[in-house]
């Protein structure tokens, strides 16, 4: 019995991506809701239209779609207030359109930042560096048939001339 005296208040919940606006004061009392899948962006507002007030939805292609007509402008502000307390307690629960196509949205998880990545890169570089350097640097040795057999032997071996395999070994 306490339910049907107390005065009637407007509500808004989100509930499964939609939200729902239960509006019992209005003109035309109402109960109206709005699919996320299906409406990307818009603009809930209140219009006054003669003596009495609308809460209108805007979209974005220059619609506007009456949800409620009020009597007076304070019962349809609080319709919108209703609705836009609705909507920023609805973290987690406005889901996307792809859930809809059966899509599940996974929440995305605060990155953690890399502050070993610096360091091992740093690192990486450094070995690339040094092994570099060691290998401009090392000593040369330019060894060729001619200088070696030229050390050992002073006779002058021309290419193209047949050596025997003892003369050869000998020449090493």
């Known amino acids: ?7 009637m208040k407007s509500s808004a ?30 603009a809930l507002e209140v ?3 003669g003596d009495s007030f609308a809460l209108i939805l805007k979209t974005p292609k220059g ?17 919108l207030m209703a609705a836009s307390k609705a909507l920023e307690s609805a973290e987690g629960q406005i889901r996307p359109g792809s859930e809809s196509a059966g899509v599940t949205a996974i929440a995305s998880k605060p990155k953690k930042s890399a ?5 091992v890169l740093a690192l990486v570089m450094l070995f690339i ?16 048939l001619d200088t070696v057999s ?12 047949p050596l025997s395999a003892d003369e050869f070994l000998r020449a090493q």
Do not use: C, Y
Not at 16 to 28: M, Q, R, T, Y
């Open 1 to 7: 019995m306490k339910n049907a005296l107390s005065p």
């Open 115 to 119: 502050k070993w990545l610096p360091p």
């Open 129 to 144: 560096l040094i092994n570099v350097w060691a290998m401009l640097s090392a000593p040369r040795e330019v060894t060729t």
């Open 63 to 79: 619609e506007n779609v009456e949800i409620a007509p009020f009597a007076n402008k304070n019962d349809a502000v609080k319709g």
């Open 13 to 42: 919940k989100v509930v499964d991506g939609k939200l729902i606006l239960s509006f019992p004061n209005a003109e035309k009392p109402v109960v109206w809701q709005m699919d996320f899948a299906h409406v990307k962006a818009s």
């Open 150 to 161: 030229n050390t050992q032997s002073n006779s002058v071996d021309e290419t193209g001339v």
């Open 47 to 49: 219009q006054a239209q």
